[in-house]
């Protein structure tokens, strides 16, 4: 008999779990989502064009998704809390070298290579984790753990501002990298959970016959799978439409002529309303009224309404309105959108199916900004990037349909094959009892 793991508690240390990566959450992608802050000085301080300053966060963005892989290999080879301190240690070099301020392309490798890979490597087992620590109150584990993004993200905006101002925004990457080594405190709390064996002997020879301990079991054969290719698609597109608006928002606000706190206010309004919409489309995932992928059909076509929308305000409490809306429903394809590859690949292809996920969708991550920049750049109008936006999350809202109709054609198709089973074994129960 084989190791395998313990069945998931459902509770009891998955809290402190939870709460780990709640921490994980807030030092990762809240830092990458209130990079825009930073986005206008860096610019005029090599006084380099929009589309150049904006691949230092597309780069951040693609080696956060090209690193998916090697970090859910690396924590089926050594284990979540090993591959999460390392993170630590990576994203907390990339911001204190970029401190130095040497030069842009030096930008692309500490600010984006060095921190990108490091989120990866934080945030994919932080995931992971939460995922096998629960299963029926895996929506609401999820949703609460995502949260710490919201939550340090609305501390964070008015907090980068201040540290720019007093200790400009060299000395502030150094004060952020300080940290993010804090993420190497949340790793330690990562246990791995126990494994269950049989007896000495059945363990020996389950040994001699499994692969060696150095042989990293990956399941690229997922991609098989239409159902997860079509989610990959999805995937790419909604990527692209992701990051653009958190980038964007602050110089669309400054360019309308408003102060530099209030641009930073409207992210802090804006991650609020993300907190809500995790928890409360993690709770209403969690009741089982609709399917998690039509869930995740409603909201990402609503995100992409709400974006095309968002460039006709030009007073800040139309943009604060239209991005509370913004948030709200980015929180609620956050809260979804990573659970929802459980129901393609099952809880046994997770972490092998969420490596898969997030490396293609670098390809959205890095094209998205850039693209959004150039055409920010001909037509000198930034309402020109959320309209790409909008556009792009409509289109994958497309794919998530297609991937629903899949799933369930699969599990009616499974239907009968498991009512055949429990009735062989209802007879077989039978007749031995006879």
């Known amino acids: 008999m084989k190791s395998t793991r313990a069945g998931p508690p459902d509770g009891g240390y998955g809290w402190v779990v939870v709460m780990s990566a709640f921490f ?3 030092l990762t992608a809240a830092v990458l989502k209130n990079f825009g802050i930073f986005f206008l000085d860096i610019q005029s301080h090599f006084g380099v064009l929009t589309s150049t300053t904006s691949w230092v966060t597309s780069t951040t963005i693609a080696m956060f998704h090209l690193g998916a892989p090697v970090a859910s290999a690396l924590t089926l080879q050594f284990s979540q809390r090993v591959v999460i ?15 130095l301020d040497l030069s842009l392309p030096c930008l692309y490798l500490t600010m984006g290579i060095l921190q990108g890979t490091g ?13 096998h620590y629960f299963v029926r109150w895996r929506p609401i584990a999820y949703a609460i753990a995502s949260s710490g993004e919201c939550v340090f993200a609305v501390m964070f905006s008015p907090f980068f501002q201040w540290l720019i101002e007093t200790y400009s925004w060299q000395g502030a990457l150094l004060i952020i990298g300080g940290l993010q080594l804090n993420l190497c405190v949340c790793g330690a709390l990562m246990r791995p959970l126990e494994t269950k064996q049989g007896s000495i002997q059945k363990a020996k020879d389950s040994l001699e016959d499994s692969p060696p301990k150095g042989k990293v079991i990956f399941q690229f054969s997922l991609l098989r799978k239409p159902e997860l290719l079509l989610y990959i698609l999805f995937a790419i597109f909604a990527a692209a439409g992701f990051f653009i608006p958190p980038l964007f928002l602050v110089p669309f606000a400054n360019s309308l002529g408003m102060d ?3 641009p930073a206010s409207i992210l802090s309004v804006l991650a609020l309303a993300d907190l809500a919409g995790r928890l409360i489309c993690g709770w ?19 995100l992409g309404v709400v974006l095309m929308l968002l460039p006709v305000s030009h007073n800040y409490w139309a943009i604060l309105g239209f991005a509370s809306l913004y948030g709200f429903l980015f929180g609620c394809v956050v809260a979804i959108h990573i659970t929802s590859i459980v129901d393609i690949v099952t809880l046994e292809g997770f972490d092998s199916g969420l490596g898969l996920f997030m490396l293609f969708r670098s390809i959205g ?11 920010v750049d001909e037509t000198n109008d930034y309402s020109a990037a959320f309209y790409l936006s909008g556009l792009c999350l409509i289109s994958s809202a497309v794919f998530v349909v297609l991937v629903d109709r899949l799933v369930q054609r699969r599990k009616n198709l499974q239907r009968p094959l498991k009512d055949k089973c429990l009735i062989q074994t209802f007879f077989f129960k039978r007749q031995h009892l006879d």
């Open 284 to 302: 209403v995932a969690n009741m089982r009224l609709l399917r998690n992928l039509q869930l995740l059909t409603m909201v990402v076509t609503l």
């Open 365 to 375: 991550g890095f094209i998205g900004p850039p693209a959004a920049g150039w055409l």
């Open 119 to 131: 989120i990866s490597f934080s945030w994919i087992p932080a995931n992971s984790m939460v995922s």
């Open 260 to 262: 530099k706190y209030w």
């Open 24 to 26: 994980i959450m807030g």
């Open 85 to 99: 301190i390392v993170g630590g240690l990576l994203t907390a070099s990339g911001m204190l070298l970029a401190s």
